[in-house]
């Protein structure tokens, strides 16, 4: 999931997400360059045991740092792909789920 959603940061879907970073955060093409690299990042160390569990935590701050640009692209009515992007609510749900996977799957219940 986390590649996946890494490969977008520069994919023909790339605007869309640069238009999901709310303008109170500047240089919104960096932001997104960052998100994908750490997105890369945490994936590779979530599967690495001496690395796993800080992966995980850093991965979980991760998705709650980026929330704001969910909130965003919501309330905005952004679309990704020609799509519109999730209402809040199912992208609350979606980021709970998210978490959940990534604390489930490292030492922290491991």
Known sequence: ?????????WGKRRQDLNRMVPPSFPNAAWVVSATGVLEIA???GILIPSLSLLASICLVLLLIAMFPANIYAANQGITIG???VPKLGVRSLLQIV????ILLSSPIFG
């Open 98 to 101: 998210f978490i959940a996977a």
């Open 42 to 44: 945490g994936a590779i």
């Open 1 to 9: 999931m986390l590649l996946l959603a890494a490969s977008a940061h």
């Open 82 to 84: 020609g799509q519109p």
